[in-house]
Structures are given as structure tokens and as C-alpha cells.
T-cell receptor, first 114, second 113 residues
Framework: NAGVTQTPKFQVLKTGQSMTLQCAQD?????MSWYRQDPGMGLRLIHY???????DQGEVPNGYNVSRSTTEDFPLRLLSAAPSQTSVYFC?????????????FGPGTRLTVT | GENVEQHPSTLSVQEGDSAVIKCTYS??????FPWYKQELGKRPQLIID???NVGEKKDQRIAVTLNKTAKHFSLHITETQPEDSAVYFC????????????WGAGTKLIIKP
């Protein structure tokens, strides 16, 4: 199993540009989520999904959209990039739909917005 | 909303000594409490977790204790080794309810040789 994969690993955007961060898992996990981690800070939940076709907002959803058309994929879309969105983005999946189980994190995407 | 406070933010211990990190939570309905370790430049990885029907759980040099009355849980690392140097995060969640893990701000653990 590849586990949780994320692409790209690094990305530089100009203010106002849009892009999609890709996340995929091959473990048939129901629960998937997106976090951002700012330098020296903890993890903040952006959006999550408890199964295909179901998404919901986390702590910091503004400026981001998600979709979950399949169990495997959970892309995160930045609508109009801002410097405040410079961060490391982690995707995670968990076998339990309620989220109360081990979170398997992807390797992260380091995003810089200039 | 739910809040998780983690202390200390930085902890420096001599190799071989014990380290203790504490988290307090606000929602008494929280019932799942994991601890994650994040090495520099890497992804967070689960090291131990505990559910609210258990007071303590051990895994070799690592243990977690839960005090539901006081609403806090702690990570204990004994016989610390250089590879224990990392940032440690606690979190909590109300199982099958709000579906959102709430995270502490992290503790940077430094093991001095």
C-alpha cells in the first residue's frame, strides 16, 4: 500500500491564483481531512469528510473548497491564493468514519504564496 | 467550542531522564485522546492513544494517563533517548459526534546528551 499520497510536494503561487492540492489514499478509509500547519504551530483542521459525497467545514475553512466524489480522493482547492495561506498542508485519512482513530498523514505540501 | 491546552511549549531533559507533557481539555464529553510525534520536516505519526473508559495505557517507554474528573491527560516518556527529540501533539475528539479532532499547540522535546 502507498498509504496517503499528496501532490505536489512544493508549490509557489502568486496572490490571486487558484490551484488544487491532490490527496489520495489506498486503504479504503472512510474519514479524510485536510490540515494546515504554520511554522512552529499546531495543526488546524480546514475541511473533513466522513465518506464519499459528504464534506464539512473544520476550524479554518475560509478560502478553501473540497469535494469527495470517491473514497480514495479528497482534493483541496484554493480559490484565490493569499499570502496568509502560506503554510504546510497535510492530508490525513482514518479507518473510522467518526475520526476517533489513528490518523494516517500524507507527506505534506509546502505552499508559498507571494 | 472545545479547547485543548498543552504544556509546556518546550521541554529540555537529560538523556535517560523522564519527560512529561500535559494537556487539558474543556469538553467533558471528549472520549478519545491521541498523542502524535512529529520529527523535523516529517509528517505527524501516532505514538499512543487512550479512550475515556481507560485510565492509563503503556507501550514500552511511553505511557498516557487520563484524569476525566480534572479533564487532563498526560504523556510520559521514560529513559529518554536522542531519537525522542521531536514535537509532540495531543488532541481530543468526541467520538461519533462532532468528527473533529481538536489539537494542542505542541511541545518541542529536546533531549540533551
Amino acid at each position: 500500500n502507498a498509504g496517503v499520497t499528496q501532490t505536489p510536494k512544493f508549490q509557489v503561487l502568486k496572490t490571486g491564483q487558484s490551484m488544487t492540492l491532490q490527496c489520495a489514499q489506498d486503504m479504503n478509509h472512510e474519514y479524510m481531512s485536510w490540515y494546515r500547519q504554520d511554522p512552529g504551530m499546531g495543526l488546524r483542521l480546514i475541511h473533513y469528510s466522513v465518506g464519499a459525497g459528504i464534506t464539512d467545514q473544520g476550524e479554518v475553512p475560509n478560502g478553501y473548497n473540497v469535494s469527495r466524489s470517491t473514497t480514495e480522493d479528497f482534493p483541496l482547492r484554493l480559490l484565490s491564493a493569499a499570502p496568509s495561506q502560506t503554510s504546510v498542508y497535510f492530508c490525513a485519512s482514518s479507518p473510522t468514519s467518526g475520526g476517533a482513530d489513528e490518523q494516517y498523514f500524507g507527506p505534506g505540501t509546502r505552499l508559498t504564496v507571494t | 467550542g472545545e479547547n485543548v491546552e498543552q504544556h509546556p511549549s518546550t521541554l529540555s531533559v537529560q538523556e535517560g531522564d523522564s519527560a512529561v507533557i500535559k494537556c487539558t481539555y474543556s469538553d467533558s464529553a471528549s472520549n478519545y485522546f491521541p498523542w502524535y510525534k512529529q520529527e523535523l520536516g516529517k509528517r505527524p505519526q501516532l505514538i499512543i492513544d487512550i479512550r475515556s473508559n481507560v485510565g492509563e495505557k503503556k507501550d514500552q517507554r511511553i505511557a498516557v494517563t487520563l484524569n476525566k474528573t480534572a479533564k487532563h491527560f498526560s504523556l510520559h516518556i521514560t529513559e529518554t533517548q536522542p531519537e525522542d527529540s521531536a514535537v509532540y501533539f495531543c488532541a481530543d475528539i468526541i467520538m461519533d459526534s462532532n468528527y473533529q479532532l481538536i489539537w494542542g499547540a505542541g511541545t518541542k522535546l529536546i533531549i540533551k546528551p
